[in-house]
């Protein structure tokens, strides 16, 4: 059975409203020459973030598989797959902002980054935990999901605040 997990609903949101919050007020403060260019570089870049955050995680009773979308792919992400059997250890290791990162280690001495941002993430890991033997309950979220939902909500405010300024 495949089993598909999705970008977590908070890192979209924080990233598209932070865009929306950073982006909004250019074509309003554009000359008017660079109103239109302004609009239409706009729509693209919110049509980019839009596509670069439909990453997701897909398992299946043979292996797991990361999907980027073409975008994502040209801007240099890469989708990878990997065999349950492949699959050596999970290697850990720190961030400079004192989180952890996990890695797949295989056989062939590869490394593949363990999504920690995906929705039902402790379902993924008791799909790993089952199909490689590898304990997975050391493993959560890269970071704490109160950054994201607080990063979409200040965003959010932001965003309230340059539609108050414009309308006044």
């Known amino acids: ?12 949101s ?7 919050a950073l982006t909004i007020p250019m074509p309003f403060i554009s000359i008017d020459q660079l ?23 897909e398992t299946s009773k043979d292996k797991i598989s990361y999907k980027t979308s073409f975008i994502s ?15 050596k250890s999970i290697k850990c ?15 062939d001495d590869e490394n593949f980054l363990v999504p920690q941002r995906v929705e ?6 008791l799909i790993v935990s089952k199909k490689t033997s590898i304990p997975t309950n050391y493993l959560s979220f890269i970071s704490p999901l109160w950054t994201y939902k607080l990063l979409t909500y200040l965003s959010i405010l932001m965003i309230i605040g340059e539609i108050i300024a414009f309308l006044n």
Not at 14 to 20: E, K, Q, T, V, W
Not at 36 to 56: A, W
Not at 120 to 125: G, I, R, S, V, Y
Request: hydrophobic share 45%; charged share 15%; aromatic share 16%.
């Open 35 to 57: 109103k239109i260019p302004s609009i239409i570089i706009f729509v693209f870049g919110l049509y980019l973030i839009i596509n670069i955050t439909n990453d997701y995680v």
């Open 120 to 125: 039902n993430l402790e379902k993924l890991l």
């Open 14 to 20: 924080s990233l598209i409203s932070l865009y929306l």
């Open 73 to 87: 792919t040209t801007l240099g992400k890469k989708n990878w797959e990997v065999s349950w059997s492949d699959i």
């Open 93 to 107: 290791l720190p961030t400079s902002q004192g989180s952890k990162v996990y890695y797949f280690h295989t056989n």
């Open 1 to 12: 059975m495949i089993e598909k997990f999705k970008t977590l609903f908070f890192v979209k």
